[in-house]
């Protein structure tokens, strides 16, 4: 019978070979089974799962529950081989997460958001590139609706600037999906793509948003800067634990932003209110100015034209294998 670590070792390839991508499983599990080492336990026990599940005091429940959940789907793999194994019950720790209420941004509050990314420190450790990089970054996820990981995975050559499209190949499910931007949102990302050229040369990543060392930028770091930006603007309440977040930019169905220069287009730091494709699908409202009109047929025509080629690839198979 092998022991509860080589166990582990193979449960989380299992898993992510049925398609699940075991992010924090992979990371919790680990430490169970070092708590069971601890305890000389050689097979789980629903009183251990609990004890270790609950370990954390500064947690909510329903982290409790997530816990033990991990723990119970790696205690249903391991009583296939050794029979002592107790899986702990459903009902042990009900409690569930409540989702987030959603913050609708306004206009104003962008504005504010976007002004105070400019305002970050540049000096050492931070660099002259860093406001731009949150202020296009911001900017970005509240014209297009773009998930936070879809926006730091957008790599240079998914920003077609000549046609105005960002190409989204880090999309739920590991699907893809062209997103249609507006002229004014063309000119700030091309405006931000001049300066990180300018600061780090060619050799750098290929990746869009970059760190002060030309890495990925980290998403822990991202949202921490996030909500300092909120408690300077006002968004969010000092030494608060909630309030608005990065995600809530996908509700705002329209994208409003910053109407100060939207009729120039001079200003490089002007972002454009238009809707466009990424937003959330259930929550669409009647466009508010006429001249998106134009970006709607834009839209409509390039998914028409991936639902074209994905059939001609459906065709082109099916006649291979006749």
């Not at 980290?218 to 995600?247: C, E, K, M, W």
């Not at 929550?283 to 100015?289: G, V």
Request: charged share 25%; with cysteine.
């Amino acid at each position: 019978m092998n022991t509860l670590g080589q166990a582990l070792s193979e449960y989380p390839e299992l898993r992510r070979g049925l398609g699940f991508k075991m992010r924090d499983a992979g990371l919790l599990l680990p430490r169970f089974v070092a708590f069971m080492e601890v305890r000389q336990a050689p097979h789980i026990t629903a009183r251990l799962a609990l004890e270790w599940a609950q370990q954390a005091q500064t947690v909510q429940p329903a982290e409790w529950a997530r816990r033990l959940c991990f723990v119970r789907g790696f205690a249903r793999y391991r009583s296939a081989t050794d029979g002592r194994t107790e899986i702990p019950p459903s009902a042990l720790l009900p409690h569930r997460s409540t989702r987030a209420r959603p913050h609708i941004y306004t206009e104003h509050e962008v504005q504010r958001l976007l002004d105070a990314a400019l305002q970050l420190p540049t000096t050492w450790p931070s660099t002259p590139l860093r406001p731009w990089v949150f202020h296009c970054l911001l900017g970005l996820l509240s014209v297009t609706g773009l998930r936070i990981s879809e926006t730091l995975d957008l790599k240079l050559d998914d920003v077609d600037l000549e046609q105005g499209v960002l190409t989204i190949r880090a999309a739920k499910l590991g699907r893809w999906r062209l997103v249609p931007i507006h002229a004014s949102t063309v000119a700030v990302l091309a405006d931000y793509l001049r300066r990180r050229e300018q600061f780090l040369g060619r050799t750098a990543s290929r990746l869009v948003f970059i760190s002060n060392r030309g890495t990925r930028l980290d998403i822990g770091r991202v949202h921490r800067a996030f909500y300092t930006l909120s408690r300077q603007t006002g968004l969010r309440a000092h030494g608060a634990r909630n309030g608005p977040r990065l995600h809530d930019f996908r509700h705002n169905s329209e994208s409003r932003i910053i109407p100060s220069a939207a009729s120039t287009d001079e200003d490089p730091t002007c972002f454009l209110a238009v809707p466009e494709a990424g937003g959330n699908r259930h929550s669409q409202r009647p466009f508010r100015k006429s001249m998106t009109r134009s970006l709607g047929r834009k839209r409509g025509i390039l998914m028409f034209l991936v639902v074209v080629a994905d059939r001609a690839r459906s065709f082109n198979c099916m006649s291979a294998c006749r």
